[in-house]
C-alpha cells in the first residue's frame, strides 16, 4: 500500500482550514458583535467585533420581546414545518408513482419534470398565477407555489428505483394497495434520502424571501427572511414600536446582528441531526435517472 505523500497531506489540511476559516471567522464575528454593549461598539469605532469585551444580551432581548422580529419568527417557523411536510409528502408520492414500471403517463409526467429544471416559468407568469387563485398576502402563497420541486422528485424516483422490486411484488401479491406499500415499505426504507430532500425544502421554506417579496403585503405577515433583508441588508432603523416597544434600545449594530443570529441558527440546530443521511441519500439518489 502506497503511503500518502507529507507535502499533499499538509497541502489539503492547509486548504480545508482555510475553508473552515473563511465559514466561521465571519459567524464568529457576528455572534460577538451581536453580544456587544454600547462601549464595546463605540470602542471598536461602531463596526465589527473580533473579540468579546463582555457579554450583553440586550440585543436579543429587544428583538425578540415582541415586534415585528418575534412575529416572523414564529411565522417562518410555521411556514417551514408546514410546507417541508407538504413537500415531502407531495414530492414522495409523485416519486413513487413514477418509480412504478409501466405506470400509465409516467413518461410524459417525467418529461414535464426534467422540463421543469431545465427551464423556469418565470416571475410575471407566476405571479399571475398567484393573483388569480386569490393566494397574494396569504401564508399559502409562500407554499403553494413551491410545494413540489422537480429536482427533489428526480431524486426520490431514482432512490425508489433502488430499492428491491422483490419487496413490492410480495407486497402485491398479499394484497397490498400502492399507498400501503409506500407508506409501510417504500417510506421507511427511504430514511436517507428523505432526510437529504426534507432539509433541501426546510432551507428553502426558511431563506425564501423573494416569494414574500411578491406576494405577501401586509408587514405583519412577514417571515424572517424580509426582516432580515429590511433590518440587516437594508439597513433599515429598528424602532421601539418594530421590537416590543422598549424605550432604551441597544445600539443597532448589534440588534442587527441578533436578528441575523436568529436567523441562521435554526436550521444550524435541524442539520446535525441530518448529516449523517446526507451523503448517502444524494449519492444513492443520484446514480440512477
Given at each position: 500500500m502506497?503511503k500518502?505523500n507529507?507535502v499533499v497531506?499538509?497541502?489539503?489540511?492547509?486548504v480545508?482550514?482555510?475553508a473552515?476559516?473563511?465559514?466561521?471567522?465571519?459567524f464568529?464575528?457576528?455572534?460577538?458583535?451581536?453580544?456587544?454593549?454600547?462601549?464595546?461598539?463605540?470602542?471598536a469605532?461602531?463596526?465589527?467585533?473580533?473579540?468579546?469585551?463582555?457579554?450583553?444580551?440586550?440585543?436579543?432581548?429587544?428583538?425578540?420581546?415582541g415586534?415585528?422580529?418575534?412575529r416572523a419568527?414564529?411565522?417562518?417557523?410555521g411556514?417551514?414545518v408546514?410546507g417541508?411536510?407538504l413537500s415531502?409528502a407531495?414530492?414522495?408520492?409523485?416519486?413513487?408513482?413514477?418509480?412504478?414500471?409501466?405506470v400509465?403517463?409516467?413518461?410524459?409526467?417525467?418529461?414535464?419534470?426534467l422540463g421543469?429544471?431545465?427551464?423556469?416559468?418565470?416571475?410575471?407568469?407566476?405571479?399571475?398565477v398567484?393573483?388569480?387563485?386569490?393566494?397574494?398576502?396569504?401564508?399559502?402563497?409562500?407554499?403553494l407555489?413551491?410545494?413540489?420541486?422537480?429536482?427533489n422528485v428526480?431524486?426520490m424516483?431514482?432512490f425508489?428505483?433502488?430499492?428491491?422490486q422483490?419487496?413490492?411484488?410480495?407486497?402485491h401479491?398479499?394484497?397490498?394497495?400502492?399507498?400501503?406499500?409506500?407508506t409501510?415499505?417504500v417510506?421507511p426504507?427511504?430514511?436517507a434520502?428523505?432526510?437529504?430532500?426534507g432539509?433541501?425544502?426546510a432551507?428553502g421554506y426558511?431563506n425564501?424571501?423573494?416569494?414574500?417579496?411578491?406576494?405577501?403585503q401586509t408587514?405583519d405577515?412577514?417571515p424572517?427572511?424580509?426582516?432580515?433583508?429590511?433590518?440587516?441588508?437594508?439597513?433599515?432603523?429598528i424602532?421601539?414600536?418594530?421590537?416590543g416597544?422598549?424605550?432604551?434600545?441597544?445600539?443597532?449594530?448589534?440588534?442587527?446582528m441578533?436578528?441575523l443570529?436568529?436567523a441562521?441558527?435554526?436550521?444550524?440546530?435541524?442539520?446535525?441531526?441530518?448529516?449523517?443521511?446526507?451523503?448517502?441519500?444524494?449519492?444513492?439518489?443520484?446514480?440512477?435517472?
Open positions: 502506497e500518502p507529507p497531506q499538509a497541502l489539503k489540511f492547509v480545508l482550514l482555510v473552515v476559516a473563511l465559514v466561521v471567522v465571519p464568529w464575528s457576528i455572534v460577538v458583535t451581536s453580544l456587544a454593549d454600547q462601549e464595546a461598539i463605540n470602542d469605532g461602531g463596526g465589527m467585533l473580533m473579540w468579546p469585551d463582555g457579554v450583553s444580551l440586550d440585543a436579543y432581548q429587544a428583538v425578540l420581546s415586534g415585528v422580529v418575534t419568527l414564529l411565522i417562518s417557523i411556514v417551514t408546514i417541508t411536510l415531502l407531495a414530492s414522495a408520492g409523485l416519486a413513487y408513482w413514477l418509480a412504478r414500471p409501466g400509465v403517463g409516467g413518461r410524459p409526467v417525467l418529461m414535464l419534470l421543469a429544471v431545465l427551464f423556469s416559468p418565470g416571475i410575471i407568469p407566476t405571479y399571475l398567484v393573483r388569480e387563485f386569490g393566494l397574494l398576502d396569504s401564508y399559502a402563497s409562500l407554499v407555489p413551491v410545494m413540489i420541486n422537480a429536482f428526480i431524486v424516483r431514482a425508489f428505483q433502488e430499492l428491491p422483490e419487496l413490492f411484488e410480495s407486497a401479491i398479499d394484497g397490498a394497495t400502492p399507498f400501503t406499500v409506500l409501510r415499505i417510506l426504507l427511504s430514511k434520502v428523505l432526510a437529504v430532500v432539509l433541501f425544502y432551507v426558511w425564501a424571501f423573494f416569494n414574500a417579496l411578491l406576494y405577501i408587514t405577515k412577514w424572517m427572511a424580509l426582516v432580515l433583508r429590511t433590518f440587516v441588508v437594508n439597513q433599515s432603523a424602532g421601539g414600536d418594530q421590537v416597544g422598549s424605550e432604551a434600545l441597544p445600539p443597532q449594530l448589534p440588534m442587527q441578533a436578528i443570529v436568529i441562521i441558527v435554526p436550521i444550524l440546530l435541524v442539520y446535525p441531526f441530518l448529516q449523517r443521511h446526507f451523503a448517502k441519500g444524494v449519492l444513492i439518489g443520484a446514480v440512477k435517472g
